[in-house]
């Protein structure tokens, strides 16, 4: 990788006088500076922020990218994989993309500033970041991505069995007498192009149904848009009778709009969400789920990182699938018939 020595070498400038334009741009004529930045964005040059990090010339440090810290998923796979990490004498380092690849960019730079020696991805949505991430992979920083394999990655990945976890979750909506489910969320290429959106309406169509034009939304995965989006589709002149949340994060707003609006689960409708999350037992009905098996993908995780640091192949090959767990509980029934009736 490029050093502020060969920087100052096609500046043609001294590396103090380059250490400066990163330091005190100010204290440098205009022409200087230009040439030294010049020479930065010609070699792709990035300041190293922690050189005291290398252990035999190999860094000792992780970077754990997750799509949200609100998510409880996402708190339980870094303390499983720090912890896993720390047994193999390496340090973790936490950021946050918010499901963007804009933001992710920023993120990957902030990390490859730290010099670590791998990166745990949750990638976000977007193109933003690909040329970065394969730079930093050309450069022989490790990647691992998890929960989310983008189309055609060429990165080792973790992830949940998502369209048969989708299929689950119609299908035992279906064998209750659900017709008009819904999801809160319609699979969109850039916004939201995850597996669950992507796989409902397949799901759906394998078992004679359709998805109403109505019931199609593009959203976030995020409680506040998950709120408004379950007003929406309630508000409807045929709502459905169940809904399907995406998280356990989306969960949590799907249910303070039913709440708002009068509704009983699972008598007006039925609610069922991807994520065991700890509220979803102490509610009243508790919530029918799809549990993540959320420590065992970040030890997996954690397994091909290991592997690719220290040369080794892939266990279990590149790619891994873990099945989502059904936990039924009360939030889910037989629509009514006045429901059925009406559509």
Not at 111 to 135: F, H, K, T
Not at 159 to 187: F, K, Q, W
Not at 251 to 266: D, F
Request: proline share 8%; aromatic share 6%; net charge neutral.
């Amino acid at each position: 990788m490029p050093t502020i020595q060969d920087v100052a070498r096609l500046a043609g400038v001294s590396p103090t006088t380059a250490k400066r334009a990163l330091r005190e741009p100010d204290k440098l004529t205009p022409e200087t500076l230009g040439r030294v930045q010049q020479a930065i964005e010609q070699l792709h040059y990035e300041p190293d922020q922690r050189a005291g990090s290398l252990r035999g010339g190999q860094s000792t440090t992780i970077g754990l990218i997750v799509a949200s810290i609100l998510e409880p998923f996402f708190a339980q796979f870094a303390r499983t994989a720090a912890h896993a990490l720390a047994g193999a004498g390496y340090t973790l380092i936490i950021s946050e993309n918010e499901y963007s690849a804009a933001r992710e960019l920023e993120e990957l730079r902030r990390l490859y500033g730290q010099r670590v020696g791998g990166i745990m991805l949750r990638p976000g949505y977007g193109m933003d970041s690909g040329d970065y991430l394969a730079r930093l992979s050309a450069r022989g920083t490790c990647v691992v991505q998890y929960d989310y394999r983008p189309p055609h990655s060429p990165y080792p990945s973790v992830t949940l069995d998502n369209p048969r976890a989708m299929s689950e979750a119609v299908g035992y909506l279906h064998g209750l007498g659900h017709r008009a489910i819904a999801a809160l969320g319609t699979y969109h290429p850039v916004i939201h192009p995850e597996e669950r959106s992507r796989t409902f309406p397949e799901a759906m169509n394998a078992l004679g149904l359709s998805v109403p034009p109505e019931y199609q939304r593009v959203t976030l995965l995020t409680e506040d848009t998950a709120y408004a989006l379950t007003h929406e589709l309630l508000a409807l002149p045929a709502p459905p009778t169940a809904l399907i949340a995406l998280t356990g994060t989306q969960a949590v707003g799907a249910y303070r709009a039913i709440r708002e609006r009068g509704l009983s689960i699972p008598a007006d409708l039925s609610l069922i969400t991807f994520d065991n999350y700890p509220w979803t037992a102490l509610v009243e009905p508790p919530i029918t789920v799809l549990e993540q098996p959320a420590a065992d993908m970040a030890t997996a995780s954690v397994r091909r990182l290991l592997a690719q640091l220290e040369g080794r192949p892939a266990p279990a090959g590149a790619h891994e699938t873990f099945p989502a767990r059904l936990i039924v509980r009360g939030s889910c029934a037989a629509p009514s018939l006045g429901l059925v009736s009406s559509r």
